[in-house]
């Protein structure tokens, strides 16, 4: 069987049945970070995430340093979404060697200036010759257990939140690919972790979190799987933006369908209890729906009338 | 300028230059590992490190599990060159997506065997499409801060050892590519790191410490560079096993080349005090030269003869 039929999640899958760990992880495999201890107070986090050209970018429409700072944003996003705080990084290099050396000079830039923004120290490294551009970075964070933020804590009950505009990322991808211009673009350019928000929420106190990197369909399906829960989620609570919804028209495609399907958005996608939801969506988050029982399954109602949710982004 | 033309070492010079780092760092880039606080006993070392097909690693040569393997050793080894243990990775992986699912089964069951040979938990990862097989691991480990060793450590008078046999990887691949057979082979497909080998070292007390990566020639330049020092290498000292010599004849190439520019030892190479010697040479390791005064630059004398050393394996 290719690799292509087993799509990414089945290939995640498989390799999470198999994988050898033999000490105490609070959080493994399947959370956007590693949660290991550390002290008394606090838990280290973990975590990956790589670029690749042609897949995850192309040089036709990404500058370099956009490429560099994307790839502090999507690790720094994966610590949001955990309630951490990054500190460290290393970042693997595989370029062509007939690249020229201000696109390394430019790319650095755009990591330097990125993580100096969250305060991330780049503290090592490796790199290697290759056929494509690739980087893949590792960032380690720091949470206060009192704060720590699981894909597995969502509860019966819950609302389900979003901190901000969904789909923008994957507006702006269509937009570039059909050689045409809109405010997205520059959301799929350079997109914003959530970092100062997810520090926020976790603060109110939430259940549940995960970041919005593949899509609405895909996160909430991350939450429930790992929480062992159903959901409710009304599509016309989710939000988009006017540009979003302009950009989509533009294209003849349904923003909706970028929302629940698209990737790189960078948002939060989380669930909390009935108490906090009013100093939650002070801080700009949208309630989207609801955590149900298992049995429910994950339903999406729009119009008063249940879709059937697909799958989200998948790299296989 | 391409990269090309700056070489992996200049490249890397460049980005050290640039990096933004406002943490307190033991130490950085420029070391195997970076050297973190942890707790008021030890430090928390955090390395990286990549294989790319076609420039680490062929697939007519390797199998799935020999690559896995390779890359948990090469992370681990630099961990142990640090003095340290390994304890947690992650796994940055990146496949084309016709690649067989029993490719990943396969090269799984190498990271997993090797991880648990050396107690190391694998935590986390991410996967990605690619048109040539990448694996970029990151890895974390714990050493006592009395046991650090640095590549910046080594002083004047110091002896420099050797681990053991080195130019054995790179007799192995000469081997390969020319499609003949050898001892050798072994070595290029299934290195093994020191990590057993490198505690017991600093135990006994030792100033400096890098892992053979890129030969001899290149890991004497960095120790000397970070150290503020010189050294003379005695080439006729320098391990080179029976299987190699006789591998490089049969090449009709010259095994102390392999020793000096070959890469993917994973030998140790380190410098300690003379007091030291007697318990450090009883463990395997040879003595093959001494540190010297910085003005006398890097020394390698062979037939009472000093030869110009030439750079090491670049990427570049």
């Known amino acids: 069987m290719k690799l292509s039929n087993l799509g990414e999640f089945g290939i995640i899958k498989?390799?999470?049945?198999?994988t050898y760990s033999s000490k105490e992880v609070i959080a493994g495999i399947g959370d956007d970070a590693a949660v290991l201890e550390?002290?008394?107070?606090?838990?280290?986090?973990?975590?990956?995430?790589?670029?690749?050209?042609?897949?995850?970018?192309?040089?036709?429409?990404?500058?370099?340093?956009?490429?560099?700072?994307?790839?502090i944003e999507q690790n720094a996003s994966d610590i949001a979404a955990m309630g951490g705080v990054p500190t460290y990084a290393v970042v693997s290099l595989m370029l062509p060697e007939n690249l020229d050396t201000k696109f390394v000079d430019e790319l650095y830039s755009g990591i330097n200036k990125t993580a100096k923004k969250y305060h991330i120290?780049?503290?090592?490294?490796?790199?290697?010759?290759?056929?494509?551009?690739?980087?893949?970075?590792?960032?380690?964070g720091i949470v206060e257990?009192?704060?720590?933020?699981?894909?597995?804590?969502?509860?019966?009950?819950?609302?389900?939140?979003?901190?901000?505009n969904v789909g923008k990322s994957a507006a702006g991808l269509e937009l570039l690919k059909k050689n045409k211009k809109g405010a997205s673009i520059k959301n799929h350019l350079e997109p914003k972790c959530r970092l100062g928000l997810a520090r926020k929420l976790v603060k109110i106190g939430i259940n549940s979190?995960?970041?919005?990197?593949d899509g609405i369909a895909s996160e909430?399906?991350?939450?429930?799987?790992?929480?062992?829960?159903?959901?409710?989620?009304?599509?016309?609570?989710?939000?988009?933006?006017?540009?979003?919804?302009?950009?989509?028209?533009?294209l003849g495609k349904n923003s909706l369908d970028f929302a629940l399907y698209g990737g790189e958005d960078f948002e939060l996608l989380f669930t909390a209890p009935k108490s906090k939801i009013k100093k939650l969506t002070k801080l700009?988050?949208?309630?989207?729906?609801?955590?149900?029982?298992?049995?429910?399954?994950?339903?999406?109602?729009?119009?008063?009338?249940?879709?059937?949710?697909?799958?989200?982004?998948?790299?296989?």
Not at 54 to 69: C, D, E, M, R, T
Not at 121 to 140: A, F, H, R, T
Not at 224 to 230: A, L, R, T, Y
Not at 292 to 306: C, F, P, T, Y
Request: hydrophobic share 40%.
């Open 38 to 71: 550390f002290n008394k107070k606090q838990f280290l986090l973990y975590t990956t995430d790589a670029l690749v050209e042609n897949v995850h970018f192309s040089l036709k429409y990404f500058k370099p340093w956009q490429i560099g700072a994307k790839s």
């Open 220 to 250: 909430i399906t991350h939450i429930c799987n790992e929480s062992g829960v159903g959901a409710i989620v009304y599509a016309d609570k989710i939000p988009i933006s006017k540009n979003t919804i302009n950009d989509a028209k533009l």
């Open 209 to 213: 979190m995960i970041d919005v990197s």
């Open 14 to 18: 498989k390799i999470r049945e198999k």
């Open 145 to 164: 257990k009192k704060y720590i933020a699981l894909r597995k804590g969502a509860k019966k009950g819950d609302y389900i939140l979003c901190s901000g």
């Open 284 to 316: 700009g988050a949208s309630v989207i729906g609801e955590i149900a029982d298992k049995k429910n399954g994950i339903k999406l109602i729009k119009n008063n009338k249940e879709i059937k949710l697909r799958k989200g982004f998948e790299h296989f």
């Open 121 to 140: 120290s780049i503290i090592g490294g490796n790199i290697s010759k290759s056929k494509e551009v690739i980087m893949s970075i590792s960032m380690l």
